[in-house]
């Protein structure tokens, strides 16, 4: 049986940072895109996100955190 969105969504923000950055490349490129193609756009902003955790100027969260607020937000 397939997962849901909710499991789904689950486990991949359980996944370490650059494979979120990985699943999130897929995603996006298994999108159709009416206007163009954006996949080197989204390359680089997928590398530079991983970079700013990477070096200290953005800071991940919790997992637990995050799927708190999505859940009370859904509820």
Same mark, same amino acid.
Request: glycine letters at 4%; charged letters at 35%; a negative charge.
């Given at each position: ?6 499991? *789904? *969504? ?28 954006? *996949? ?16 200290? *100027? ?18």
């Amino acid at each position: 049986m397939p997962l849901t969105l909710e499991q *789904t *969504t689950v486990e991949a923000l359980s996944l370490a940072e650059k494979e979120r950055a990985q699943l999130a490349h897929v995603l996006i490129a298994s999108l159709e895109q009416e206007e163009g193609d954006f *996949t080197e756009e989204w390359d680089a902003e997928i590398a530079r996100r991983v970079a700013e955790i990477d070096n200290g *100027t953005a800071k991940g969260r919790p997992v637990a955190d995050v799927l708190r607020e999505i859940r009370a937000r859904y509820r």
